[in-house]
């Protein structure tokens, strides 16, 4: 996993950051501002340098010659592995490749839960796929591979223990951008 990191280390933060931004204040307040957020930062994600898109299983892409899934959160969350629901419960006892995870707010996710009052910075998590061995997995009706905030947050917790974290940037005035599906993205 330190390949992955090695590689995200190549990302101009700031610039990143500041698309990230520019694609959120188009897509919040909108219905389904999540589903379109994930989507075009997905696509702006595929295309830095050091990401191959790879859409195979849990895999979105090559990071450093390793499948690697992507998720992009906002704050506290759930995430789903696949937005598929199949008839029967999943049954994975590991994650078939590393997930990175996208945090784009730094913030509390609780203030009061007991073990759970770090706060979560901006940035790139890189989570070890042997995680699945206590990440219990469960369902709602779009998907039987959910990991729940409480997971979630073990999981980014552990990624920065580790050392497998990428802080982006605070938001610098060079880098203001807006973006517009026609335009692509302004200073």
Known sequence: MDCIKEELKKI???LFNAKCDALLKVCNNSDGSGLNSGHLI???MGEEEVCTPC???EADFIIGGVKTSFKKISGKSTIALNWSKNPKKS???????????????????????LNYTNIIE???YIIDPNCKEWVVLSSNNKSNT???SEYLYKMI?????????????KSHDKYKLTWSITSGFRI
Do not use: N
């Open 91 to 113: 049954d994975k006892k590991l994650f078939t490749c590393p997930i990175l995870i996208l945090v784009l707010s730094t913030g509390k996710w609780w203030k009061r839960k």
């Open 157 to 169: 917790s552990i990624s920065k223990e580790q050392d497998l974290f990428i802080p982006l940037p």
């Open 12 to 14: 101009d933060t700031f």
């Open 42 to 44: 997905d696509l702006l």
């Open 55 to 57: 859409y195979e299983g």
């Open 122 to 124: 901006k940035g790139f």
């Open 146 to 148: 959910i990991i729940k």
